[in-house]
């Protein structure tokens, strides 16, 4: 399995602890260390390769790559997806098992920083469209993450031809990778209290959401909209 944070100033260190806010899943929390974890570990194996391009070790990762890290951290992606799609907080553990199956699939391939956003608005987008009975399409999604409509589309269908379309993740696996997470929580800070939620939506709604602002650190994400590249830069 997928198992510190790389900061814009180049710095190592791993996410701040804070309170959690009740209404959010603790899978997000989980989920964001250990993608931090993941995502420094990376960067520092393709640094110390001698390449000097962290995204260059993942080839087959590279439709996923954007120019410059989003200045917006995991954490706050995560919270972000969650907030507005309102999708199961199961979706983001078989969205992990889908990026996880992925790597396996192709070893050349590495998590970093220039990848790891748009690999998780496409994961939860397709992880959602098999758990939930109601969900967000495409473009809700792509408003969502930051990029265009027919950049996540592309995304989705490299995505799914990377997988050879194995979507399927059986109660066992998906058990087996919720305590895995759990477990990574205890070893970064030895707390045994973030149970992740295994819930899955099956009466949620939608809402037709006028407008989703742009916060300040996906100002990244948007500047380039115009030309046709994708938000994600």
Known sequence: MLAISV???????LPEQSEQDPSTPRVLSILSVVLERLVNRNEILSLSSGGGVP????KNLEAFHGVRPP????????DR???????????FVVGYVYIDRLVHRHPGSLVVRLNVHRLL?????VAAKILDDVHYNNAFYARVGGVTNAELNRLEVEFLFMLDFE?????RVFESYCLHLEREMILWNGTTTLKIERRIHTTNTIEDIA????????ESFSSTLSN??????
Do not use: H
């Not at 995204?55 to 993942?58: D, N, V």
């Not at 200045?71 to 995560?78: C, E, G, H, V």
């Not at 608005?121 to 987008?125: L, P, Y």
């Open 7 to 13: 900061t814009d100033d180049g710095q190592n260190r």
């Open 55 to 58: 995204a260059r070790l993942g």
């Open 71 to 78: 200045a917006i951290t995991i954490a706050k992606y995560l």
């Open 81 to 91: 997806i969650y907030k507005y799609t309102n999708c199961s907080p199961a979706c």
């Open 121 to 125: 608005v496409t994961s939860i987008m």
């Open 167 to 171: 979507l399927t993740v059986t109660s």
């Open 211 to 218: 407008e989703i602002p742009i916060e300040e650190d996906m």
């Open 228 to 233: 046709g590249n994708g938000g994600l830069t």
